[in-house]
């Protein structure tokens, strides 16, 4: 048997963060835990388990995949390769959407939903909001219902279907939000950073990664409420491309936002009242 603090020595090789968390999800403890116990030995069954998940992430699947957790937001989520791994730019489309003048309560419709990162976070900030999330991947629903659960977030309903197949036809929304697939197929990025263990169909879009922004840019005028926003997550280097969709489609007040690292990452627009 080993102990908490030689195991974590013989993984120096990994980042600092993997080994320690990858212990602490075996022993069903938190990090402060490992450091507070270092003579602590692992059972058999703990010590395989361990070095079967050290090996996995020594073949670059994701830790989130690993442990099958993922921070966002305030939340804590359950993910596995069934959906996206949330990612910390994403989190700009929260804070676009809590950000716009809005009233109270109102319609928001999340496209692509996958662990329901997203459309939780809006429905914990605003729980005057009736929220609703689609997904075409069951798997995804399935992780994204039990995420619900886990934070209580009452005010959000999911349904299955593609971008906006499944909705009820008498029904607008006076937000609509999604981060569709963007990545062009064939893009050697698809090669790293853990993305090939990822989903595909949540990442990759035609060749030149818009094929789905088309059909939710092209298609939202018909589902908003009139002065109603859609608001998406894009590639770095599409924002001019995804601006010229939203004019194309008639909305006004166009703007791509950045991220952290100062990436175009967001592209929101207005649609027009309505005769």
Not at 180 to 191: A, F, I, K, N, S
Request: one cysteine or more; proline letters at 8%; a negative charge.
């Amino acid at each position: 048997m080993s102990t908490v603090a030689e195991l974590l020595s013989e993984a120096r090789q990994l980042s600092p963060e993997d080994a320690p968390l990858l212990l602490a999800h075996v022993l069903g403890k938190d990090r402060s835990w490992l450091f507070a116990w270092p003579e602590h030995r692992l059972d058999d069954a703990q010590l395989k388990h361990y070095r079967q998940l050290l090996e996995r992430r020594r073949q670059g699947e994701p830790l989130a995949y690993l442990t099958g957790e993922k921070a966002f937001w305030s939340l804590d989520l359950e993910v596995s390769p069934a959906v996206l791994i949330p990612r910390p730019e994403t989190e700009l489309l929260v804070e676009l959407a809590l950000d716009l003048d809005l009233p109270e309560a109102i319609q928001v419709l999340e496209l692509g939903t996958g662990s329901g990162a997203i459309a939780i976070a809006l429905a914990k900030e605003r729980p005057d909001w009736k929220i609703t999330a689609t997904d075409a991947s069951a798997a995804a629903l399935d992780i994204a219902r039990r995420n619900a659960a886990r934070h209580q977030a009452s005010n959000l309903d999911l349904i299955q279907g593609h971008w906006y197949q499944a909705l009820p036809d008498d029904r607008n929304y006076q937000l609509i939000l999604s981060n569709p697939p963007y990545v062009r197929t064939g893009d050697p990025h698809l090669l790293q950073d853990g993305l090939p263990w990822e989903p595909p169909q949540a990442l990759t879009a035609g060749s030149d990664g818009l094929a789905d922004l088309r059909i939710i840019i092209g298609e939202a005028p018909a589902h908003l409420l009139p002065d109603g926003w859609l608001l998406v997550e894009h590639g770095y280097d599409q924002g001019k491309a995804v601006r010229d969709l939203f004019d194309s489609a008639g909305f006004s007040r166009v703007a791509t936002r950045q991220d952290l690292g100062g990436q175009d990452r967001v592209t929101l627009g207005c649609y027009p009242p309505r005769p």
